[in-house]
């Protein structure tokens, strides 16, 4: 079958790989389509540990093509798969932090993903959807769950001002969330006119361009401000923008070794929640009913469809201006 391998860090290529054969309650499954994120360029470039060689693609989705003994799935069902396999078994597991399990592993880092023609995957992780649902969807179920994710932290109140900060695909799916958990104003700050623009059609009451507008006195008093852009100048805004006792969830992921200056006095007075979100713990069956639903709307943030062949050259270059989400269709 074909795959994209990475075998060292910055070696990518399609090549020819053996078809997995599934064992003890597993499912091989053939790839609908398969997101291309941000995290797939920082596992090609080293700056996000990964397992090589590996097969790429962390959101995916697909057709059970054979079954492996004990499994419960059945041949032809239409499955989106959560990527992150936990043991289910730590203190940490068992009590909920399941992105926290020691023995954590993902499908498209550390084992085979699915930027291939199948893959080989745990009955644990296999959640069935519809099987008319269009394939492109099954690639939002991944990070729509990351995105739930920061919502289930937010702890949203109907009535409630948001603000984003980022209009990629994170920033937009929370656009939708938010809209649809009854907020009152939602406010998108993207530096992209199209990504604005894209905000205003699915739910954003007001955009705003952080290059002409200073971002710190156009908003005030958010309730929940969500940082999807993972920058530290954004984790900064976040925390003027966001009235007393609110709370600033962080979903953006800045370098590793980012740091910036704090205020602890003002954190202190004005009992500001700064909340990191992390994978997708116990959201992807919620993501994938959602997606089912047909309330979001998914195609409007799809940028590029392209086969296998196609994926390398997304890769290697920097995501074009206004695009938000790229998937593979094997
Ligand atoms: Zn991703
Ligand atoms: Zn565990």
Do not use: W
Request: net charge neutral; proline share 5%; charged share 20%.
């Amino acid at each position: 079958m074909k795959a994209v391998v990475l075998s060292t860090v910055d070696n990518l290529a399609l090549a020819d790989v053996k078809k997995p054969k599934p064992g003890s309650k597993e499912c091989l499954v053939k790839v609908l389509a398969c997101g291309i994120c941000g995290t797939d360029r920082h596992i090609y470039h080293g700056e996000y540990p990964s397992a090589k060689p590996v097969i790429l693609g962390h959101e995916f989705g697909g057709v059970i093509e054979e079954v492996g003994p004990g499994s419960k799935f059945q041949v032809g069902q239409v499955v989106s798969v959560d990527p992150n396999i936990v043991c289910g078994k730590c203190l940490d597991c068992k009590e909920g932090r399941t992105a926290f399990c020691p023995d954590l592993t993902a499908l498209g880092v550390n084992i085979n993903g699915g930027l291939a023609e199948y893959v080989l995957t745990p009955d644990s992780q296999i959640y069935p959807v519809r099987n008319d649902l269009n394939p492109l969807h099954l690639a939002f179920i991944e990070p729509l769950a990351c995105s739930i994710r920061g919502l289930d932290l937010a702890n949203l109140k109907g009535g409630e001002k948001v603000a984003i900060l980022g209009g990629g695909v994170i920033g937009l799916l929370v656009v939708q969330l938010a809209k649809l958990a009854g907020a009152s104003e939602i406010v998108l700050v993207t530096r992209q006119k199209f990504r604005r623009d894209v905000a205003l059609k699915i739910g954003a009451t007001r955009v705003i361009d952080p290059i002409n507008e200073n971002v710190d006195t156009a908003i005030t008093n958010m309730d929940v401000t969500f940082e999807c852009a993972g920058s530290v100048e954004t984790f900064k805004q976040s925390q003027k923008i966001t009235r007393r006792g609110g709370s600033v969830i962080v979903l953006g992921l800045t370098a590793s070794d980012a740091t910036l200056e704090v205020n602890p006095f003002n954190i202190v007075v004005n009992e500001l929640r700064i909340q990191g979100s992390f994978l997708n713990p116990l959201t992807q069956a919620r993501a994938a009913e959602l997606v089912e639903s047909g309330k979001l709307n998914l195609d409007i943030l799809i940028s590029k469809v392209v086969d296998l062949s196609g994926v390398k050259a997304i890769l290697d270059a920097p995501p074009a201006e206004g695009d938000i989400k790229y998937i593979a269709c094997p």
